[in-house]
């Protein structure tokens, strides 16, 4: 069955520091593909980034990326040089090909910009 | 372009009681999901649709029924409200196709029963 892990909680960053937020996946399908999505206090959902299974290089978005490590599969999300408007939760969630474009999200981690 | 919109924004019910949450959306997608979300438990899926007329259970539909009559707008229906639907209640919306895998979210409903 497919699932997602996300394994930290909450994360404490100072300001200007890089941030790695980490996922793990799980799927018997060969082509699938990773988002990852901000929620900040205010509850809407921000998409951010998105990566497909066959892609051959890493996601980037402005100050994200993502770090895919397939063999691990890994998808963890890299914000560089955060900014306090980065203190959010963070979901990572995954779709499946041939499933109607369904994704599953995992728990979520919160991640707090300290100044 | 509104994008996705969800009404009501904050709805308290009493157990027992019904109510439909609407969402529309004015970006011609085929597909739209509605989750509910609660907390330490991410996003989960409730039920979706592929296209007008179309409906499908997702992760959790017990308690809940949809209806899709208008391409752009997606309705879920709770017949008889129990506590455990209290949350927040959040639709989606995409493309269909490879075009683009992204979903568009509205900005939730926030269902308190009592």
């Known amino acids: 069955a497919q699932k997602i892990t996300q394994t930290q909680p909450g994360m404490f960053v100072q300001e200007k520091e890089a941030v790695t937020l980490d996922c793990t996946y799980d799927t018997s399908d060969q082509s699938y593909g990773l988002f990852w999505y901000k929620q900040p206090s205010s509850g809407e959902m921000i998409f951010l980034i998105y990566?497909?299974?066959?892609?051959?290089q890493n996601a980037t978005e402005g100050r994200y990326s993502l770090n895919f490590q397939k063999a691990r599969k890994s998808a963890n999300l890299v914000i560089s040089a955060s900014q306090l408007g980065d203190s959010a939760m963070y979901f990572c969630?995954?779709?499946?090909?041939?499933?109607?474009?369904?994704?599953?999200f995992g728990k979520g981690t919160r991640l707090h910009i300290l100044p | 372009n509104a994008g996705v919109t969800q009404t009501p924004k904050f709805r308290v019910l009493k157990t027992g009681q019904s109510m439909t949450l609407l969402c529309a959306q004015d970006m011609n997608h085929e597909y739209m999901y509605w989750y509910r979300q609660d907390p330490g438990m991410g996003l989960r899926l409730i039920h979706y649709s592929v296209g007008e007329g179309t409906t499908a259970k997702g992760e959790v539909p017990d308690g809940y029924n949809v209806s899709r009559l208008k391409k752009q707008n997606f309705l879920l229906g709770l017949e008889s409200a129990a506590p455990s639907q209290t949350s927040v209640y959040f639709c989606?919306?995409?493309?269909?196709?490879?075009?683009?895998?992204?979903?568009?979210f509205g900005p939730g409903t926030r269902l308190t029963v009592t």
């Open positions: 969630a995954m779709r499946e090909q041939n499933r109607d474009d369904k994704i599953i």
């Open positions: 989606a919306s995409k493309i269909a196709g490879a075009v683009s895998y992204e979903q568009y």
């Open positions: 990566q497909g299974s066959y892609d051959e």
